[in-house]
């Protein structure tokens, strides 16, 4: 997992993964995998709405639609699940979709701190927030919308607490550049002449020990 250091997001349109299946799907222009057990991919569900549960108008403009699945989990065990992405992503966006229900507090373990962004009642049983606490993402029916800030590969969490069922889907707000090859030529070239210039020292430094 690569992630830079924390940057500040500013309002932008979130690309939403549309699932293919349970381990693949994809934002334009790059393909989103995912390691892990979910039981099966729900397509033309949710509503994910009302839209402010998911998007706050603030850092997410939008939020997911039906048309882009949900991938089903059931969690009740120490399995990590991974999200990979084809390239590298700004300020990912996680929604998460009636985690738990009244009695179960269920939750996501992060291994990085998310940031929360909105939540709320969905269509389809009502509910409340999400609840970030450090790492974790937790609720009882609850909805909502987390984002990590800053440039990510992948990301990675545990589902410890069984319930059936709850989902996610996720996006980001863009896609990192990738350095273009002469400016990795010029990078390289510059740690070689600070490894000239060292080496010269020391051989200097060297002589007039001498």
Same mark, same amino acid.
């Given at each position: 997992?690569?992630?830079?250091?924390? *940057?500040? /997001? *500013? /309002?932008?349109?979130?690309?939403?993964?549309?699932?293919?299946?349970?381990?693949?799907?994809?934002?334009?222009?790059?393909?989103?995998?995912?390691?892990?057990?979910?039981?099966?991919?729900?397509?033309?569900?949710?509503?994910? =709405?009302? *839209?402010?549960? @998911? /998007?706050?108008?603030?850092?997410?403009?939008?939020?997911?639609? /039906?048309?882009?699945?949900?991938?089903?989990?059931?969690?009740?065990?120490?399995?990590?699940?991974?999200?990979? @992405?084809?390239?590298?992503?700004?300020?990912?966006? @996680?929604?998460?979709?009636?985690?738990?229900?009244?009695?179960?507090?269920?939750?996501?373990?992060?291994?990085?701190?998310?940031?929360?962004?909105?939540?709320?009642?969905?269509?389809?049983?009502?509910?409340?927030?999400?609840?970030?606490?450090?790492?974790?993402?937790?609720?009882?029916?609850?909805?909502? =919308?987390?984002?990590?800030?800053?440039?990510?590969?992948?990301?990675?969490?545990?589902?410890?607490? @069984?319930?059936?069922?709850?989902?996610?889907?996720?996006?980001?707000?863009?896609?990192?550049?990738?350095?273009?090859?002469?400016?990795?030529?010029?990078?390289?070239?510059?740690?070689?002449?600070?490894?000239?210039?060292?080496?010269?020292?020391?051989?200097?430094?060297?002589?007039?020990?001498?």
């Amino acid at each position: 997992m690569l992630a830079s250091a924390a *940057s500040a /997001a *500013s /309002a932008a349109v979130v690309t939403w993964t549309t699932w293919d299946s349970t381990s693949s799907g994809t934002a334009a222009p790059i393909t989103v995998t995912y390691s892990g057990p979910a039981a099966e991919l729900v397509t033309n569900y949710p509503s994910y =709405t009302p *839209s402010a549960t @998911f /998007a706050d108008g603030g850092l997410v403009d939008n939020a997911p639609v /039906a048309a882009n699945g949900i991938l089903k989990i059931f969690g009740g065990n120490t399995s990590t699940q991974t999200l990979t @992405f084809s390239q590298a992503v700004v300020n990912p966006v @996680f929604a998460i979709w009636s985690l738990g229900q009244p009695g179960i507090d269920a939750s996501f373990v992060f291994n990085q701190t998310p940031t929360f962004v909105s939540g709320g009642s969905n269509t389809e049983y009502g509910g409340v927030p999400i609840t970030v606490t450090g790492n974790t993402v937790s609720g009882m029916e609850a909805n909502g =919308t987390v984002m990590f800030m800053g440039t990510f590969t992948s990301l990675s969490w545990t589902n410890p607490v @069984f319930e059936n069922w709850y989902g996610f889907n996720v996006g980001f707000q863009s896609v990192a550049a990738v350095p273009e090859t002469s400016t990795w030529i010029m990078l390289i070239l510059g740690f070689c002449g600070l490894g000239f210039m060292a080496c010269r020292r020391q051989k200097n430094v060297k002589q007039l020990l001498a």
